[in-house]
């Protein structure tokens, strides 16, 4: 299952090209992959999962070992006392002493048993099948947790990165209204601006630091978020690292939907599980037919006993006490109360929930495929425009500086022209990163 996880996560970790770096000896830095690493190791969900199929391991051997024979060794060990009966009396057989009476005696019992049920219309093999089947479900929850594990990781990080690049974004229109600012100052001391004029330029850089500490604080929560997942709790200071994403991988081509679904019908644990719930109905079924047949047992045993008031030594009472035999049972219901029937109903019921279970997941999974496709295919298209937005609105902010140092434009004009610049900066940013997220997802399903 490992092998599989990191197969699948390399698809991701190509979302975010990123950098084979080591942890730290603080842990303070992550890459993507140290983060899966982490959270496949050390994670409570998967472990949980993990300790689940162990179970259901255990349980299948269980089941195993029952079609075998059964042996136990018994032994009883008992001392009386009649302190009213008469002493020195004794049976006499063939000249020579068998029993001696006495007030105290000791007596123990020695048996070896064994029990094995021949055939029970195949209910034991059945329920082997069974219990294999629920091993191998096991399994699979245990790869749909790690898949869905690594789906949430992903967004985490994605997010992270794309809210780092946003708090650039903020510092650089900051930066840029300081200089605002300063120049508003500068023609406020030469008489070319109103302190109005000029107090709007203030107000305007103090709405661009406020800006800038909000997208601090949400790299700041994200982290905090992705930090929950891994199930970090102490309070070093955590970061991520990677390479920046490129706006290729943004404009990269898009799987068709019908694809991926076909292919991940193909691929994906929660469908296998659904698929083999149907399949274990099935066993249950024979199972509980099984309770209309005739079950034969066989058993044997081998005992003997000894007594304190035998006059022959343990080894010859062993020897003359030992008795051994076996047997066939069978036992043919003739009137169950309903239980087979009743089995038989709810085996025909579980299956045809197993049906519905495995048709919901298939839509469930589809309309999971479709809004990937849907966010990818509409962000990719907003963010072919927001390129060339961007590259407008920065054009034309640059203009507008040039005019309004010269006087020829006002305030109002250059906070507009900011304005737009920074929408532009901020959609091209958001479109960016969700293209390239929701692609990789689509190709994550298709693989």
Known sequence: MTNHLFLTSRKIVLLLLLAATTLTATGRTWTYDEC?????????????????????????????????????????????????????????????????????????????????????????????????????????????????????????????????EAVEVNRAILEAAKVNENRGLEMVRVGSMSKADCSQLTSDRAQKEYDLEL?????????????????????????????????????????????????????????????????????????????????????????????????????????????????????????????????????????QTALLDLKEKQSTLHSTIENYWIQATGNQSQFKAALVATESAQASYDLLSEQFAVGIKNIVELQNGMTRLLNARQSELQAKYTTILNIKMLELYKN
Do not use: H
């Not at 255990?58 to 009649?82: G, K, M, Y």
């Not at 009472?317 to 169950?336: C, E, H, K, L, Y």
């Open 36 to 164: 899966l690493a982490y959270a496949m190791t050390e994670g409570t969900t998967l472990r949980k999962a993990g300790l689940t199929r162990q179970t259901a391991t255990e349980t299948r051997l269980a089941s195993s070992a029952a079609l075998f024979p059964s042996i136990s060794f018994s032994t009883s060990q008992n001392v009386s006392n009649q302190p009213w009966k008469a002493t020195g009396a004794a049976t006499i057989l063939n000249d020579e002493i068998q029993t001696v009476s006495a007030k105290t005696s000791y007596n123990g019992s020695y048996n070896v048993g064994a029990n094995w049920t021949i055939w029970n219309g195949g209910r034991n093999y059945n329920q082997v099948k069974a219990n294999r089947i629920a091993e191998e479900m096991a399994e699979l929850d245990s790869i749909t947790a790690a898949l869905t594990l690594e789906e949430r990781l992903a967004q985490y990080f994605v997010q992270i990165l794309y809210s780092k």
């Open 215 to 351: 997208s601090i604080n949400n790299v700041r929560n994200y982290k905090r978020q992705l930090k929950a997942l891994l199930q970090i709790i102490d309070d070093d200071d955590f970061d991520v690292t990677a390479s920046t994403p490129t706006d290729q991988m943004a404009l990269a081509t898009i799987p068709s939907m019908q694809e991926v679904y076909l292919a991940a019908l193909e691929s994906r644990p929660e469908i296998k599980n659904a698929q083999m719930s149907i399949d274990n109905a099935d066993i249950q079924m024979k199972i509980a037919k099984g309770q209309r047949l005739p079950t034969i047992s066989m058993n044997a045993s081998v005992k003997t006993n000894t007594s304190s008031q035998n006059n022959n030594s343990w080894s010859k009472q062993i020897q003359t006490s030992f008795n051994a035999g076996a047997g066939f049972t069978v036992s043919v219901p003739i009137f169950d109360q309903r239980a087979a029937k009743t089995a038989i109903n709810k085996a025909n019921i579980q299956r």
